[in-house]
């Protein structure tokens, strides 16, 4: 039997192509009936808290870290400009993780002070709300492009080999699955299948406005700027110092200029957050229609 021929039609714009253009969007998830975080309560129990650890992420390179429910941790530049790629989940069950793709639908495409990192389904509750950063100055700039990103997944090896035919083993996928594999005590494989889509710290990223594509620029952190959250749950977190340094050229690079970044946890004193609560997971029955 003889295949039907292929064509490519091209197809030319309607008459009313300009009106269908013109229909005005509309926010897919409207976030007003959400439960908001008391920001004003978590940033009185900050100012009363004292450090209880610190992590030191050496460039190119991961470490996980962890955080006591209503514990506060920050992620610091401290030496040169650099981005962080960041990982959560529950400490308890690994299956529960931070899900980038809705909290990107509920907050938008950057992260800044009020939003929150929300967990995978069935749970989907909050796991971190971001009570502090240093560059929520920044805005949207003129090409699109904003900081602290939910959109790019995080440099990988095997995107990597894809495009360029490298076997690279310091992108930031790597690193979190070598910090996860060792602090969790698990084999490479298994740790690999936990690594999940990123909160990227610092990074200045957005989309091309003629072709839709993500890109990245030198981010704006400089020594000294931070981003800190307020743990909701128990949490343990992984963060790689990209090899891309401040992104401003490549990334999954043994050339680009990086530096460490500090992971600092500090303890609110007792009573300090009055009648707060661990949010409970989501209230959906699961039955799915069954």
Not at 256 to 281: H, I, K, N, Q
């Amino acid at each position: 039997m003889r295949s039907p021929l292929v064509t490519t039609h091209s197809h030319t714009a309607p008459e009313d192509a300009e009106r269908r253009r013109a229909v005005p969007p509309v926010i897919c998830y409207p976030t007003h009936t959400l439960p908001q975080p008391n920001l004003s309560l978590y940033m009185e129990a900050r100012r009363g808290a004292r450090k209880i650890g610190e992590t030191l992420v050496k460039p190119r390179d991961a470490a996980c870290f962890e955080v006591d429910a209503g514990q506060f941790f920050r992620i610091t530049s401290i030496e040169g400009p650099q981005v962080g790629d960041l990982n959560l989940w529950n400490r308890s069950d690994l299956d529960e993780r931070f899900y980038s793709g809705k909290t990107r639908a509920l907050h938008g495409t950057h992260l800044t002070t009020g939003d929150r990192m929300w967990s995978t389904f069935p749970a989907m509750r909050p796991m971190a709300t971001i009570i502090g950063d240093t560059l929520g100055w920044y805005g949207i700039d003129a090409y699109g492009g904003s900081v602290h990103d939910v959109i790019g997944t995080r440099c990988d090896p095997y995107t990597g080999n894809l495009l360029s035919g490298t076997q690279y083993h310091h992108c930031c996928h790597s690193n979190l699955t070598r910090a996860l594999a060792d602090h969790a005590a698990l084999d490479l494989a298994k740790a690999e299948q936990n690594v999940h889509d990123v909160l990227n710290v610092f990074m200045c990223t957005g989309f091309t406005r003629d072709t839709g594509q993500y890109f990245m620029k030198a981010s704006p952190v400089r020594p000294g700027d931070y981003l800190e959250f307020f743990a909701e749950i128990d949490l343990l977190g992984a963060l790689s110092a990209c090899p891309g340094g401040d992104c401003s050229s490549e990334h999954s690079s043994d050339v680009a200029a990086c530096f460490p970044l500090l992971v600092e946890v500090f303890a609110p004193e007792d009573g300090a957050l009055g009648e707060w609560r661990l949010p409970s997971p989501n209230g959906y029955d699961g039955s799915h229609g069954r």
